[in-house]
């Protein structure tokens, strides 16, 4: 079974606080994973993209990877109000182009 | 941009009547998906395209079909509309990124979506 568990939610942290958000993917032998953000009415844009164990840096956004753990996480870091949004976790199965799977998404709010 | 253009954009039919919705797109991607995302269960795929007249199946087809007769257009097509199929549609292209978040393939870029509503 493909899964992707992520924290529903809602998160809600404080504006510059850091919002650190999780992922966990069940196919051990997955090698691409992705972070997109969703706004309310709006469609997934993408956000980071990570391939290799340890951090990937862009600007406030860190995205983490751990394979041993089946674990990637999302941290970032000053949070703005402008951030609130769902963020939800993707995970290529097999190499495929079509096995993209998704979580659910985790609701974050920045409070000002 | 990717050029994604769904159409339409919100939709109200009754149960039993036939829906397509269309997905086109300007920049000659090979590949093209449809999704679909209800509450509870995120995005879930429902066919995808890896070429003119190739098409596949994804988590949740039951219900649905999809023509590809040329590389621009991916349409959707609900044979007979049922209320569990009330839901937001989004259409999606694969390409290969590079930038300065990542590189690689798979990464897809969605369409504005589709509201669909069966009563």
């Known amino acids: 079974q493909k899964e992707v568990e992520q924290n529903s939610g809602p998160l809600s942290v404080p504006e510059g606080a850091i919002a650190s958000l999780n992922c966990t993917y069940s196919d051990r032998g997955s090698q691409s994973f992705f972070w997109y953000r969703q706004y309310s009415g709006k469609s997934p844009e993408l956000i980071m993209s990570?391939?290799?164990?340890g951090d990937k840096e862009d600007g406030r956004f860190t995205a983490q990877l751990n394979k041993a753990s089946q674990y990637v996480s999302l941290l970032i870091r000053d949070s703005q109000p402008s951030d609130s949004a769902t963020y939800l976790c993707?995970?290529?199965?097999?190499?495929?182009?079509?096995?993209?799977?998704f979580g659910k998404g985790t609701k974050l709010s920045v409070k000002p | 941009d990717a050029g994604i253009t769904q159409s339409p954009r919100h939709k109200v039919t009754e149960t039993g009547t036939p829906v397509t919705l269309r997905c086109h797109q300007t920049e000659n991607h090979r590949y093209m998906y449809w999704y679909r995302q209800d509450p509870g269960h995120g995005l879930r795929l429902i066919h995808y395209?890896?070429?003119?007249?190739?098409?596949d199946k994804g988590e949740v087809s039951d219900g649905y079909s999809v023509s590809r007769s040329k590389t621009e257009d991916f349409l959707l097509t609900l044979e007979s509309a049922t209320s569990s199929q009330t839901s937001v549609y989004f259409c999606?292209?694969?390409?290969?990124?590079?930038?300065?978040?990542?590189?690689?393939?798979?990464?897809?870029?969605f369409g504005a979506g589709s509201r669909l509503t069966v009563l």
């Open positions: 993707a995970v290529v199965y097999g190499g495929s182009q079509g096995n993209l799977i």
């Open positions: 395209s890896y070429g003119v007249k190739d098409t």
């Open positions: 990570i391939y290799s164990n």
């Open positions: 999606a292209i694969s390409e290969s990124w590079t930038g300065a978040r990542g590189t690689g393939a798979n990464v897809l870029t």
